[in-house]
């Protein structure tokens, strides 16, 4: 499984950005999910995706504000963001689970078994 994100770059606070993660192998089967670190920061998520596109999971400092979105068929999963702050910058990656997704949801590290390189998300204030 090999995964791939895209799509950093420098925004203006209050601006957008879309993310791409290009992912092969059997991940089309696999949830995925988009985690950030900011410098001096630990990694944190940001949102997940079940493999069916059915469930999706926000952290609370996102809801309203990114989307998380897959197209299997072009093997793609997405990270809307909109009405970007200073403070959502940092580097963007995207993992993959390969087992089940439980009722908590995918917010921890651990959860996933492969990562991709980042993408940096720079916003300017």
């Known amino acids: 499984v090999q995964l791939q994100a895209f799509g950093g770059g420098v925004v203006q606070a209050g601006g957008y950005l879309r993310l791409s993660c290009a992912y092969s192998?059997?991940?089309?089967?696999?949830?995925k999910g988009w985690f950030r670190q900011a410098p001096g920061k630990e990694r944190e998520f940001v949102a997940a995706i079940t493999w069916s596109g059915g469930t999706t999971y926000y952290a609370d400092s996102v809801k309203g504000r990114f989307t998380i979105s897959r197209d299997n068929d072009k093997n793609t999963v997405n990270l809307q963001m909109n009405s970007l702050k200073p403070e959502d910058a940092a580097v963007y990656y995207c993992a993959a689970r390969r087992g089940p997704v439980n009722s908590g949801g995918l917010p921890s590290r651990n959860m996933y078994n492969y990562w991709g390189q980042g993408t940096l998300v720079t916003v300017s204030s």
């Open positions: 192998g059997p991940a089309s089967k696999y949830a």
